[in-house]
Structures are given as structure tokens and as C-alpha cells.
């Protein structure tokens, strides 16, 4: 199983970016994706889910409106438009899925916002 986050960097704050989650090793259109993000000092959050399918989604309260989680289940890939960010944005930001009671994590991509 490998899931290997991309798309991060340093933006301003109000500008965008979209992170790419590649996914290999099980069935990507079987699985519930989650996005998480962890910001220094703090645990780890749940920023954002959609469901195997790309019906349903869930998103933090403090992401909703700015934030859009997708999936390209042909692609193996999970995205999340992230636009007018904030400062406190900032985070290495982590795909998930899980099977069998075992989470799988990517390794992260940093996403830092600041002028």
C-alpha cells in the first residue's frame, strides 16, 4: 500500500493549492479518503473525507467553503482544493484510508501560508 501526497510549498495568504494523493496497492474505489493535517505543536486533525463513490464529503468547520476534497477513482488519486488560505492553514498535510482496522497514511506534504 503506498499513498504519496504532493502539491505543497510556501503561499500567500488568500492564494491556493491543490494536493495530489497517489495511491497504489489496494482497491483506491473501495475506500473512503481523508485528508488530516497536523500544525506544529498540535495533534493531528481531520480536514476533510469523501466517500468511495465521490458522493458524500465532510469537511472541518474551520475549512468549509474554502476547501473542496475530490477523487478520480480511474486515477487512483484524491485531491483537495485548498483556496483562500490563512496562516493557520499551515501544516503538513497527510491522505488516509482504511481497511481491516489499519489506518494508512502518506508520508505528508508541507503546506505553509505567510507573507
Known amino acids: 500500500v503506498q499513498l504519496v501526497e504532493s502539491g505543497g510549498g510556501l503561499v500567500q495568504p488568500g492564494g491556493s493549492l491543490r494536493l495530489s494523493c497517489a495511491t497504489s496497492?489496494?482497491?483506491?474505489?473501495?475506500?473512503?479518503m481523508s485528508w488530516y493535517r497536523q500544525a506544529p505543536g498540535k495533534g493531528r486533525e481531520l480536514v476533510a473525507s469523501?466517500?468511495?463513490?465521490?458522493?458524500?464529503?465532510n469537511y472541518a468547520d474551520s475549512v468549509k467553503g474554502r476547501f473542496t476534497i475530490s477523487r478520480d477513482n480511474a486515477k487512483n488519486t484524491v485531491y483537495l482544493q485548498m483556496n483562500s488560505l490563512k496562516p493557520e492553514d499551515t501544516a503538513v498535510y497527510y491522505c488516509?484510508?482504511?481497511?481491516?482496522?489499519?489506518?494508512?497514511w502518506g508520508q505528508g506534504t508541507q503546506v505553509t501560508v505567510s507573507s
Open positions: 488516509k484510508t482504511s481497511w481491516a482496522w489499519t489506518d494508512y
Open positions: 469523501i466517500s468511495n463513490g465521490g458522493g458524500p464529503t
Open positions: 496497492g489496494f482497491t483506491f474505489s473501495n475506500r473512503v
